[in-house]
Every structure is written in C-alpha cells, then in structure tokens.
DNA sequence: GTCTATACCCTGATAGAC
DNA sequence: GTCTATCAGGGTATAGAC
C-alpha cells in the first residue's frame, strides 16, 4: 500500500466512476444525468471526473466503450455445439436469453444514448455506431453456424436482423413491463420458419439441394 | 378577422407550440429540449409557454396525447377486410408499415419519453403507459381479427406482442438505418408460422377442433 | 491524483406592462 | 393572449492548493 497507491486508487477511482455514471445514464438517459450527480453518488469531486475523462462527453465514451466490451465478453461463442439445428438452436437462444437477462444496462445504455446522437460529438456517435455494429456482426455469425448458412450470407443477415429487433423491441417493452425476459419461444418459431422460407431445411447439414423448400430458389 | 381573432391565435398558437415541441422532444429527447429552444423554434416568447401548459411537463404531457391521438387515428380500422388469413394478413401489414412509415414521431416519442420515466412525472408517466396500452390492445383486437382468434386470447396476445416488439425493434434500428421500414416480408412469416405453432389453421374459418395440441407437427 | 472554490452560462419559472 | 425583463438555482468546466 506504499509502492504504488496511486495508480491503484487512480484505476479504482476510474472505474467507480465508470460504474456510477453508467448506472445514471442507462437509467435518466445522457442529457438528464448531470456531472454533479455523478459525483455525489460516486462521492468523487467533480473535477475527478473531469481529470479522468475530460468532459461530459468523454465519461459518455468509455461508459458505452465498457459497456459493449463487457456485453460482446458475456455474449455466447459463435461456434455452437449441437448435432442439428434445432439443438444449436436452442443452445444459442438460451445462451442470448440468459446475456439478455444478466446484462440489462448494456442495451438500455445503447437505445437511450443511441436516441440522442444528434447531439453528441462525433467520438460518441462514433462509438454507438461500432457497438451496434458489433452486435449485428455476433449475431449474423451466430446465426449463420447455428443454421449453417456461410453460403447464404444474404440469409443469415435476415435473419440476424430479425432477431436483433425482437431482441431490442424487448428491450424497449422492459421499461414497461420491468421482468420482461426475451421469449425465446415465439423467436425460436420464427427463426425456423424463416429459415424454412428461404430452404434452409431442419437438419444439422447445409442443403446442397434446397429444392425442396418452400421457396427452393430465390 | 376582428370577432374573435383572440381565440383563434390562441388555439394557433397552441398548436405551433406542440408542433415545435413534439419535433424537438422527439429527435433530442425530453431533458435535453429546453423551453428556450422550444420558444426560439416557434418564435413565441418563453412566457406563452407558460401560459398555456403551465409547464415544462405540461408541455411533454400535451406533446404525447396528441402524438397518440394521432397515431391511433392513423392505424388502420381493426376489421380487416379479406377472404383467408393470408389475405387479411397481407392488407393489414400493409396498412401498419403506412401507418409506420408516414408517423416516425409517434413510436420515437414514445420510446424516447418512456425510457425516462423515472424522471417524469406522476400525469406524464400515465400518460405513455396510455399510450402504450392503447397500441397493444389495437394490436390484439387486429390480430385476432386477422386470424379469427376471439377463443383464443392468449394467442393473440402473444402474436400482439411479438408484432410491437419487431415494430418497436425497428424503430429503434431507425435512428441507425434512418430510412429503414418495417419488413413485413419476415414478419409476415414469422407471425403465420406462430398461429401454425398454436394450431391455427391458415384457413379463413377458426379451427372448432384445435386438439392438435401445442403444434400441429412438428 | 484529489480536493475546494469559483467563473460563467443557461435553465425553468414568474411579474407585470400592454 | 402576448410581450420584456428578471430571479434564483444548477449546469459544465477550470484554477490552483495540497
């Protein structure tokens, strides 16, 4: 505790910071969460913040930094196991149920300063931009091992997008409903419907003869 | 233009300042649109604000009835013409992605003003639960109108809520993709695919005899 | 790295002439 | 109903001692 206090106390002043800020924010949304506000529920003064992170607008980017790194950390591999599709499938589901459930703050930190871009610095927009997008390549990843589709990429890509709109609708119903989870029912209906619709069929095996579908060919 | 032009710039002016009002609250978000903003925008002066909503909230408050009276007159009639599911299906999505696409404020407003719920106040926080209330249960009687599921509520309900979430979930892809629209390609299929799961036939009459159990086959 | 004190601006809201 | 003028408070951000 005399070697090199500082820096322990800088990194963990750092991240109390971080910790607090992103509880606010997710919680009154960025413009509605002051500087000071931050600063009495972490009991820092406010020129910490302002000696670690600069501005305002800096503790909004390393929030969403943090925040999407820890979301990408706790979300699933890409490489599911699984003989067929239906039981990758719901590998997967569970597995995005359960992310969904535990991370509640990194969506909500998303949507609620994802909706204000107008007026955040081009850093911020900046970082929205590439944790969505890091969602949008996960999922279409995934999805694309769970049903096999890296010759389909324009498949996978409906159907990733598919099912981060289910996904982000829940996350919007959960401000009304506070438990709501993520059905996974109804979303495992769709997705193999979907799939089905485009003649990906049911099986562990990529189809070299989609013919059989329901629209063999598009 | 001398009998009563005091009433008439009344009520014009009421509504130029919910106009501004609902464009800034949406595209900026409740806390971060100011009354100054508001005033300068509609050119009335800060006090007629006051003096005609009293208050900051009661201006957001306005902002969302209006907003919700407006979309719910926008959203097609719940008796949907049409022979077969499949028929009615189509015209109704149809008329929700209209409805969609010509009202980007109403769901932003909605999302943006709901996400900071815990900030607002008692009249404002019942007034988006109303907002939000009234789209699911013109969801629910349209679903199960479209399907023919007035025995069946709990399945309507559920293809209810699974259409707001994709539509909420789009939304929120919106201010990414800001020209994206609702695809009611997938959702189409999706929602056909979820009656399929509950045993309802893709027919025009209702299944008297739905014994199949959870699904049909599977 | 952390603190106190403070500058400067804009906020929501009111008063009172017209 | 609309305007100008104004208040008290809180906002972001900085300076400088420790």
Redesign the pocket.
């Known amino acids: 505790m005399t070697q090199a206090p500082?820096?322990h106390?800088?990194?963990?002043?750092?991240d109390a910071i971080l910790d607090t800020a992103g509880e606010l924010m997710s919680r009154h949304g960025y413009a509605a969460?002051?500087?000071?506000?931050i600063s009495a529920a972490c009991?820092?003064?406010?020129?910490?913040l302002?000696?670690?992170f600069?501005?305002?607008?800096g503790i909004y980017v390393a929030v969403l930094q943090r925040a999407r790194t820890a979301l990408l950390a706790a979300l699933p591999p890409v490489e599911v196991p699984g003989a067929d599709v239906a039981q990758r499938l719901d590998t997967f589901l569970d597995e995005v149920k359960d992310a969904f459930r535990r991370h509640p703050h990194g969506l909500k930190l998303l949507l609620g300063l994802g909706m204000v871009q107008q007026d955040a610095s081009a850093a911020a927009v900046a970082e929205v931009h590439h944790y969505r997008d890091a969602l949008l390549a996960w999922a279409t990843d995934s999805v694309s091992a769970v049903f096999g589709l890296r010759d389909r990429p324009e498949v996978s890509d409906e159907l990733a997008r598919f099912t981060l709109r289910v996904a982000s609708g829940t996350a919007v119903a959960r401000w009304f409903e506070p438990g709501a989870a993520l059905e996974t029912g109804p979303l495992r209906v769709a997705l193999l419907a979907l799939a089905a619709h485009h003649g990906v069929a049911p099986h562990g095996a990529r189809p070299e003869d989609p013919a059989g579908g329901v629209t063999g060919r598009e």
């Open positions: 500082a820096q106390r800088g990194t963990r002043s750092r969460t002051s500087i000071s506000m009991g820092l003064p406010v020129s910490s302002y000696w670690h600069g501005s305002k607008d």
